[in-house]
C-alpha cells in the first residue's frame, strides 16, 4: 500500500504547502482590495487571512470597527429616553441595515468585546 507522500521530501512538500499558501493569501488580498469591505466576499477573504494567520478569535468591536473601512460602514443609533434621562436602546446598523439592537446599554459593551459570529452581517 503507497502513501500520499511517497516520492516527496519534506522540504520540496513544505514548500510546495508554502507557494500554496501564499497563493491564497494573494487572493484573498486582491478580493479585498476589490471589493473594500462592502460585501461578503472581503469578509470571507478576511476570515480565511485569520485563519492563515493562526486563527484567533475576532471580537465583535473587531470585525464591525476593527478596520477604516469596516468603521466607516458602521452607524450606531444610542436612543436618549428623555424621562430617564439616560442612554437605553442601541442600535447597530451596518451597510444601512440593522444588525444588532440592545436594550441596555451595558448590553451593547458587552456585545463589543464578545467573540464575533459567523460574519454573515
Not at 76 to 105: A, W
Amino acid at each position: 500500500m503507497s502513501q500520499p507522500l511517497d516520492g516527496w521530501e519534506t522540504a520540496a512538500l513544505l514548500n510546495c504547502v508554502r507557494e500554496r499558501i501564499e497563493g491564497v493569501e494573494a487572493l484573498c488580498r486582491t478580493a479585498m482590495d476589490d471589493t473594500e469591505g462592502y460585501d461578503s466576499t472581503y469578509f470571507l477573504a478576511e476570515d480565511v487571512l485569520r485563519e492563515l494567520g493562526g486563527g484567533e478569535a475576532m471580537t465583535n468591536w473587531e470585525k464591525y470597527f476593527g478596520t477604516p473601512e469596516r468603521a466607516a460602514m458602521v452607524d450606531t443609533n444610542h436612543l436618549f429616553d428623555p424621562y430617564d434621562g439616560y442612554t437605553g436602546r442601541v442600535e447597530v446598523l451596518f451597510g444601512g441595515k440593522r444588525v444588532f439592537e440592545f436594550e441596555r446599554q451595558a448590553d451593547y459593551l458587552e456585545w463589543l468585546e464578545s467573540e464575533a459570529d459567523d460574519g454573515k452581517a
